[in-house]
């Protein structure tokens, strides 16, 4: 019992790093139906914009969050404005071959300047920490921090949507952007911002990323995956919803990695594919 208790402790902790992959691809949907095929590439850009904020400018990882995050943002906002923009209607084709363009460009642009080689954010040790909550159960405190962190941004995002202009603008321009531009809001700008907010995420979650495992160039198509199927399970345009998915495929693999070791993966595709035939609007549904 006191295994299965474990796996599904470790499952909702695995969860919040899965919802900070995802939260920034259900922003970007949710307002502009946009599909950001890249969104896992930049997860990995973000782990080594980290990585080169630790080594070069010798800080810690919470303190290069400071640096990588406003990058990010600026990263998003100008993608945006200058690329994806353009991009956007009707036909979702076009969005999803340019950000496959961006994706393998970024992928090279890796392999450049670091090679293939895995890299790793050290975190002082604080990887390696965990606190005992039984004699036979524990959770680390860096998997604690990166589930709090995804919980005060579900509810940073939540309250920035509900309650400020920008979420107002936000909310009319998804509903009805024809409509959003009559009443003066300019379309573009919010979508510029809607993707700079999604990016920005992922420069906390890159670190995260990169703290709590290796990674290389190659590994955002797997980030990809993981994001997409915690927005699809939780529903999309719903950022309680994207938590709650993160942390069902969190527990969907880690109880399928006690199984078997080489299970953890495959048991959470197969729970997000029965999930997916089963209630294809996820379980939390925005509703307008």
């Known amino acids: 019992m006191i295994v299965w208790i474990d796996a599904i402790i470790q499952g909702i902790l695995v969860g919040g790093l899965y919802a900070l992959f995802a ?3 259900s922003l970007m949907f949710g307002i502009m139906r946009l599909v950001n095929v890249a969104h896992g590439d930049m997860v990995i850009l973000m782990s080594f914009i980290g990585l080169m904020a630790v080594e070069k400018l010798g800080l810690q990882p919470f303190a290069a969050m400071a640096v990588v995050v406003p990058v990010a943002f600026s990263i998003g906002y100008l993608l945006q404005r200058g690329i994806l923009n353009f991009t956007i209607g009707k036909d979702p084709l076009p969005s999803l071959i340019v950000t496959f363009g961006i994706s393998i460009m970024i992928q090279n642009l890796l392999l450049e300047f670091f090679s293939a080689d895995t890299r790793a954010i050290s975190a002082s040790g604080l990887e390696s920490r965990s606190i005992t909550i039984t004699d036979n159960l524990a ?38 952007h024809g409509a959003a531009v009559l009443m003066g809001i300019n379309n573009a700008h919010i979508y510029a911002l809607a993707t700079a907010i999604a990016v920005g995420i992922l420069g906390i979650a890159g670190i995260f990323h990169g703290m709590r495992t290796t990674f290389s160039p190659t590994d955002g198509p797997a980030q990809l995956i993981y994001a997409f199927e915690a927005v699809i399970i939780g529903g999309i345009g719903s950022f309680w919803g994207t938590l709650a998915g993160g942390v069902l495929l969190g527990i969907a693999q880690s109880i399928g990695s006690r199984l078997d070791p080489g299970w953890g993966v495959l048991v959470g595709h197969v729970v997000f594919v029965a999930i997916l035939l089963f209630k294809p609007d996820g379980f939390f549904p925005r509703t307008r």
């Open 139 to 176: 959770a680390g405190v860096l998997p604690l921090i990166v589930f709090g962190s995804a919980v005060l941004l579900t509810i940073g995002l939540q309250w920035l949507f509900g309650n400020t202009s920008m979420g107002r603008a936000f909310r009319a321009t998804s509903d009805d």
């Open 23 to 25: 939260m920034g691809l």
